[in-house]
Nanobody
Framework: VQLQASGGGLVQAGGSLRLSCAAS????????MGWFRQAPGKEREFVAA????????YYADSVKDRFTISRDNAKNTGYLQMNSLKPEDTAVYLC?????????????????????WGHGTQVTVSS
């Protein structure tokens, strides 16, 4: 499965963006998905995750109540709606998909849990 993230850009603090993650195969609809981000000079960090059915979601504390993960399995596409953006949200955002459909502990937040990764899209939030 190939993943392509898009929708990034430059936005002022307080603004919104919606990222998309388009998958190349219908099998995406049976995979758990996640969003991560990596800022310059920092390690990649977990942002949000969603089960294959959309019934289970997880968020990093730093984005809870501001970001919303969703998916449209009919379109093989995942989304990340980002509201009330802050300068500290500036990063390359990557989407990922996992063949495993179960969650244990916080494996959804670990990069190793995911089997497929997109190239990422840049989000820059100006103050």
């Amino acid at each position: 499965v190939q993943l392509q993230a898009s929708g990034g850009g430059l936005v002022q603090a307080g603004g919104s963006l919606r990222l998309s993650c388009a998958a190349s195969a219908r099998t995406f609809r049976s995979y758990n998905m996640g969003w991560f981000r990596q800022a310059p000079g920092k390690e990649r960090e977990f942002v949000a995750a969603m089960s294959w059915s959309g019934g289970v979601t997880y968020y990093a504390d730093s984005v809870k109540d501001r970001f919303t993960i969703s998916r449209d399995n009919a379109k093989n596409t995942g989304y990340l709606q980002m509201n009330s953006l802050k300068p500290e949200d500036t990063a390359v955002y990557l989407c990922a998909a996992a063949i495993r459909t179960y969650y244990t502990a916080n494996n959804y937040a670990q990069g190793a849990y995911y089997d497929y990764w997109g190239h990422g899209t840049q989000v820059t939030v100006s103050s």
